[in-house]
């Protein structure tokens, strides 16, 4: 069964800084999504950004970006100029291409940006 | 944008009551989940639905049902509340195209009290 690791449940970073939220899974699928998913305080959760498992390159979003490193099995999220409004719980998330309805979470990071 | 409508924000019901929480996308999304989230523990999936009038159990489905008449609606019934089941209800939806499945998009949220 696949399984979904995030082994920091709280981080702080200051303003303008940049930070790296951490994600490891276990699968032995070879074709796979992978999602980090931010949830503000009382607010909707919100896809952040999202990784093809057959795609090399790193995915991007303007400021975010991830660190995929698939024979590791590792998928972290880096912040740059972290700004208050990435304050949030981010959630990692796993989705084999085989058909399978079912997404995998972690038990998510708890990110505060410090003024 | 994809909206998800979760019915209510907050919700108190009483041991033993019978408690539907409702959940309407307006993208024609196929699938739909139903979410609890506690701390610690992340996202756990009670149930899903790929099709109108099918479901399908997720990780904890016990003391919970769902029913999906309709493609943009998905019903999450609680058939005798209990205060174990205090918690936050996520609602989401994702689009299939082919063989794979999109991000999810995800409702507002529930905070269920059960007293």
């Known amino acids: 069964a696949q399984t979904v690791t995030q082994s920091q449940p709280e981080m702080s970073v200051q303003e303008a800084e940049t930070v790296t939220l951490s994600c490891t899974y276990d699968?032995?699928?070879?074709?796979?999504?992978l999602f980090w998913y931010k949830q503000p305080p009382s607010r909707q959760m919100i896809l952040v950004i999202r990784q093809e498992a057959y795609k090399q390159q790193n995915a991007t979003e303007n400021r975010f970006s991830v660190n995929f490193q698939k024979a590791a099995k590792s998928f972290s999220l880096k912040i740059s100029d972290s700004q208050l409004g990435d304050t949030a719980m981010y959630f990692c998330?796993?989705?084999?291409?085989?058909?399978?309805?079912?997404?995998?979470f972690g038990t998510g990071t708890r990110l505060k940006v410090l003024a | 944008d994809v909206k998800v409508t979760q019915s209510s924000r907050y919700l108190v019901k009483r041991t033993g009551e019978k408690v539907f929480l409702e959940c309407v996308q307006d993208m024609d999304h196929e699938n739909m989940f139903w979410y609890r989230q506690d701390p610690g523990l992340g996202l756990r999936l009670i149930y899903f639905s790929y099709d109108v009038k099918m479901k399908e159990k997720g990780d904890i489905p016990e003391g919970y049902s769902v029913s999906r008449e309709k493609k943009e609606r998905f019903s999450l019934i609680l058939e005798s509340a209990s205060t174990n089941q205090t918690s936050m209800y996520l609602c989401?939806?994702?689009?299939?195209?082919?063989?794979?499945?999109?991000?999810?998009?995800f409702g507002d949220g529930t905070r269920l009290s059960i007293l």
């Open positions: 989401a939806s994702s689009a299939r195209t082919g063989n794979s499945n999109q991000p999810q998009h």
């Open positions: 699968t032995s699928e070879s074709n796979y999504y």
């Open positions: 998330a796993f989705l084999t291409t085989s058909g399978t309805y079912k997404y995998i």
